[in-house]
């Protein structure tokens, strides 16, 4: 037995080499890292190299454990050989040169290199800590901050003091300056905390947006919680007794008065100091409402339904601020004002009416009401004929009538502001949607949507007294009326202009600037004729269905509403406004998971009828109970089944809904890919670039050398030629880097794992999302055995091994024909079946067009294909 154990640790002699004599031609695509002084590598070499060693079994020559037979032992004399050439390669001449008098076996030479990087450890942890305490970025780039924190971290580890991701990032935030601790102060209390490569991304955007704040979508996004994006808002002009403002839109997400769900955005203090705020009386909103509530009361009231007394005031205080004058004590005899903040995107909400109405509803105090149109046919409709040159600014139009209106002050102040608020948020600025509201009983149908030169339009407009030429208006209002100035940019420089007229010619408005005085609406009103011209068809229904639900209760038929007929020069016609229910599926469970509580049927019925929202159960083919969710007109907010699980968590409330861990805090499995790929392609010696998602049309598809395919989502109104389209690839990105980057030293080798979205339309959102991988390798010998080699040591550490064609236990690659690759030098990569990526040479044409000189390797696998 002694004799057998001594001959286990001893080579014994082969007829044939040894695999490893015969493998490996270049160890550097192996082991990607060379060992230097000056870097903090020691560990990743040691652990790359070993990798290497125990594929081939060869682990003993490193530790002494494998001894030659003899002193003329061939193949132990060939392998020990062929370590120490391989030690010699992957590390720098710095380093040789201290060890190179140790070069009599593979286990000094690597018993050597080890204690050189461990001599004096203890000595050295504390000063490499003392270092690491101390970094602040400084005048430093941000890159640059964060790379040499990275390094003292890898020093510590190579002397066996390691620093946690926890305390990496702690100290990586508490060195920034005091304007990005500011900004980045959440992060701390985060649970779990962000990762290093996390936050290095956002603090890197970050930085980005400070040093180019004009660039368009600078924005950085540095986390999400629980919240919503909010809206903002300006004053405006008016139009036929209505107001027009900027528009904003978000995500619904309530908050009371110093509590509930935060969002946490770079921009995240402006846009909550800018959501749309409604200004009411306080006493005519208790009477509406039926009861008196103390301040704290009404507080919790509006906190529950997820909106936010922001403010108590007075009216004369209101204006005092507005002049910057010094605030005065109230008298007792002034109205009280509540300023309430309520979401972007709840339209109805934005004035007395359509606010009062909700929280009745809410708290059981009325049912939803049911919104009807007239009983009128269609050939008795009032009709607006619209003429084809309308096509040339704002091409749509849609109207209603309200009928036996009654209108007292407090009324016709709320009818004027809602149009104001309407136009501070989903009307852009008049740009998209413009309101125009008439006296019916002063003008006569049918009327007509035109489009004419200034020149020949003339009317007397609101609030003045003589008649107007309306390219001589534009002048008028540039030097009389500020705001109405802010809007003539919309038509002023287009050769027609949009009016409306009645049957007798009469000029009902100029939109989007202002109306007739003809028609102007006062108290007296009782007929009310509303149009809204539009760019944005879906808004302009929006809008028009928001103003009439909210003032059709003071009509002498409660809840009733007249269609207008629109007729096209095409013969199309169009009926507005359109009142019916539009009703979805959403399944309990759905409802739930959302929650996150178990609620049962009856109650998720009664919580969405408190938001005005009608519930009816029903049973699917596979005994799933779910609910046919009827969404009334006024709630244009509700799109998708989250919207309604979003109502179903408010009405039972956000703060009795149970804290609970979930139940697995692993992250996801496509993260966990994409850190370890992240990883192995940085150990390989290529450097993370991020780049933009939107890019131009030509950059994904002309300079690629390919044809538009139609897979790339489009930007509907791109603000610029850069950004016209969602990349479908990450070439575009990497290559624009290099381009940009002509300068820097050679090789150059990058990376990117990022989204690209390509067009589908069988998603509720018709495209959909993929996280790729790419990487470049640019220099002068850039060859395809280069980035070969990343795509084996990539495949590798997925676990797949590589196999012969058409076997799907693992991949293989075959010769491929993309046109941004050159051919006879490209190759597909086929994983278990599936074509999950290409590799190559870059073509000339496309470096040409991307400015590159030096010839580059490139690859792009889908790392979601990999699973």
């Known amino acids: 037995m002694a004799e057998n154990s001594e001959i286990t640790s001893q080579t014994t002699p082969s007829t044939t080499p040894h695999l490893a004599l015969t493998t490996i031609s270049n160890v550097k695509l192996h082991v990607p890292v060379q060992l230097s002084l000056s870097q903090p590598n020691y560990k990743k070499w040691s652990s790359l190299f070993l990798l290497l060693v125990r594929r081939f079994k060869l682990q003993g020559y490193l530790d002494g454990s494998v001894v030659p037979l003899s002193d003329d032992d061939d193949e132990w004399c060939q392998l020990d050989a062929l370590l120490q050439g391989w030690i010699l390669s992957t590390i720098t001449d710095e380093v040789s040169d201290l060890v190179i008098s140790s070069l009599t076996t593979a286990s000094a030479l690597w018993k050597v290199i080890h204690d050189l990087f461990h001599d004096n450890k203890h000595a050295r942890a504390m000063q490499l800590e003392h270092e690491f305490r101390t970094t602040v970025k400084g005048s430093t780039s941000m890159a640059a901050y964060c790379q040499r924190l990275q390094n003292l971290a890898d020093w510590l580890d190579d002397v066996d003091a390691p620093v946690s991701q926890h305390q990496l990032v702690l100290q990586m935030l508490r060195g920034l300056p005091a304007d990005l601790q500011g900004q980045t102060s959440f992060m701390q209390f985060q649970d779990p905390i962000p990762n290093f490569l996390q936050v290095r991304s956002a603090l890197m955007l970050l930085d980005r947006q400070r040093s180019n704040p004009a660039d368009p979508g600078s924005t950085a996004l540095l986390t999400t919680r629980t919240g919503g994006t909010n809206g903002g808002s300006s004053s405006g002009g008016q139009h036929g007794g209505s107001s027009y403002g900027e528009g904003n839109s978000g995500q619904r997400g309530g908050s009371g008065r110093g509590q509930g769900p935060t969002v946490f955005t770079a921009a995240a203090a402006a846009a909550a100091a800018s959501m749309p705020t409604v200004s009411v009386g306080r006493d005519r ?32 205080a209101i204006k005092r601020k507005e002049q910057h004058l010094d605030e005065e004590e109230a008298s007792e005899d002034e109205e009280i004002i509540y300023k309430i903040e309520v979401p972007a995107n709840r339209y109805d909400l934005l004035c007395l009416e359509g606010l009062v109405q ?16 007239a009983n009128v046919n269609e050939e008795s409709m009032l009709e607006m004929h619209v003429k084809a040159e309308t096509s040339k600014i704002r091409q749509y139009v849609v109207g209603a009538i309200l009928r036996g209106l009654t209108f007292d002050e407090a009324r016709y102040a709320s009818f004027i502001d809602l149009q104001d608020r309407l ?6 600025r008049r740009t998209l949607v413009a309101i125009g509201t008439h006296d019916l009983d ?17 009317f007397v407009p609101l609030k003045q007294k003589e008649s107007f030429r309306a390219d001589k208006l534009m002048e008028y209002y540039k030097e009389h009326d500020l705001k109405l100035k802010k809007f003539l940019h919309i038509i002023e420089n287009s050769p027609v202009f949009p009016v409306i007229y009645d049957h007798n010619r009469t000029v009902l408005s100029l939109p989007p600037i202002i109306n007739g005085a003809h028609s102007a609406i006062t108290l007296k009103t009782r007929n009310v004729f509303i149009e809204c011209t539009a760019t944005d068809l879906t808004k302009a229904n929006i809008v028009l269905n928001t103003m009439v639900t909210s003032f059709s209760a003071y009509c002498e038929k409660k809840f009733e509403v007249e269609q207008v007929k629109v007729i096209y020069p095409d013969g199309r016609s169009y009926i507005s406004p359109d009142l019916s229910l539009y009703q979805m599926d959403v399944p309990l469970s759905y409802i739930n998971s959302v929650v996150g509580v178990s609620l049962p049927e009856d109650q998720v019925a009664d919580l969405l009828h408190k938001m005005q929202l009608h519930a009816k159960k029903s049973v699917s083919e596979k005994e799933e109970v779910k609910f046919i969710v009827s969404v009334p007109p006024s709630r244009s907010d509700v799109l998708h089944a989250c919207d309604v699980a979003e109502d179903v968590a408010i009405a039972f409330g956000y703060n009795d809904i149970p804290k609970r861990k979930p139940a697995s805090l692993k992250p996801l499995s496509l993260s966990q890919l994409s850190d370890l790929i992240r990883m192995e392609v940085s150990m390989a010696g290529y450097t993370e670039v991020l780049t933009w998602i939107l890019c131009s049309k030509r950059e994904v598809a002309s300079l690629l050398r390919r044809g538009e395919d139609n897979s790339a989502a489009v930007l509907a109104n791109s603000r610029t030629s850069e950004f016209e389209v969602a990349r479908t690839s990450l070439m575009p990105g990497i290559l624009k880097t290099v381009g940009h980057n002509k300068d820097h030293p050679k090789p150059m080798k990058i990376f990117e794992v990022g989204d690209v979205v390509l067009v589908n339309n069988t998603k509720d959102v018709g495209a959909q999302n993929h996280q790729n991988l790419a990487a470049l390798y640019c220099g002068a010998n850039s060859g395809f055995e280069l980035i070969h080699g990343l795509v084996d040591r990539i495949m590798e550490v997925t676990g797949y091994s590589f196999v012969s064609h058409g076997d799907t236990s693992g991949y293989y690659i075959e010769s491929s024909d993309e046109p941004e690759l050159l051919q006879g030098r490209q190759a597909s990569i086929i994983c278990q079946g599936k074509h999950i990526g290409n590799f190559g040479i870059v073509h000339p044409e496309v470096l ?6 030096d010839p580059c390797s490139f690859v792009e696998l889908h790392l979601e294909k990999l699973f």
């Open 285 to 316: 909103l208790f009477e509406a409402l039926g009861r008196t509530y103390t301040e704290d009361e009404f507080e919790a009231l509006c906190f529950d339904f997820g909106i936010e007394l922001d403010d108590v005031t007075t009216e004369k």
């Open 848 to 853: 040409a067009n991307f400015d590159i000189p």
């Open 358 to 373: 909700a929280l009745r509803i809410f708290s059981g105090l009325d049912p939803i009401p049911t919104y009807k149109v």
């Open 423 to 428: 136009h501070q948020n989903i009307c852009r």
């Open 442 to 458: 002063t003008i006569e149908a049918p009327f007509t949507y035109e489009a004419l030169p200034p020149s020949e339009i003339s």
